[in-house]
């Protein structure tokens, strides 16, 4: 039987880096950490950091149409414009922003090219 949430991860070359990253752009705080695995929270969200030990990050799957695939994270957001540019001060790369009908959307690439979203939602 399923009982709930267990974890989400991304893969990271550099954990402090990466620590410094969500911190810095996202505002999230380490709530665990050894030089394997790190949690980072904000809200009622654990975020897993997997450290590859300084090797390559495993490439984002993409099906037979070359687009990606697998899970997104995404954040909600009450500003996207302030956290966009927390995101790029902090080495992020926006990747696109687009109004949708259920509201406006940012995706980005963390610093070892992890694929995120915030969500602004329509009132």
């Known amino acids: 039987m399923i009982k709930g949430y267990r974890d989400f ?18 505002g999230m705080k380490k709530t ?19 450290g590859t030990e300084g090797g390559d990050v495993p490439p ?17 957001s009450d500003n996207i414009a302030d956290d966009r540019k927390k995101i790029e001060t902090a080495g992020g790369k926006i990747l696109g922003e687009a109004d949708q009908p259920w509201g406006h959307m940012l995706v980005f690439e ?4 992890n694929v995120l979203k915030l969500m602004n939602p329509k009132s």
């Open 60 to 76: 984002t799957p993409r099906d037979s149409h070359g687009q990606e695939c697998g899970g997104t994270l995404t954040f909600q």
């Open 9 to 26: 991860y991304y893969n990271v070359k550099d954990m402090n880096r990466a620590i410094q990253f969500y911190q810095n752009a996202l």
């Open 32 to 50: 665990y950490g050894d030089e394997y695995w790190t949690n980072m929270t904000v809200g009622n969200l654990t975020l897993g950091l997997h």
């Open 110 to 113: 963390d610093l070892d090219g």
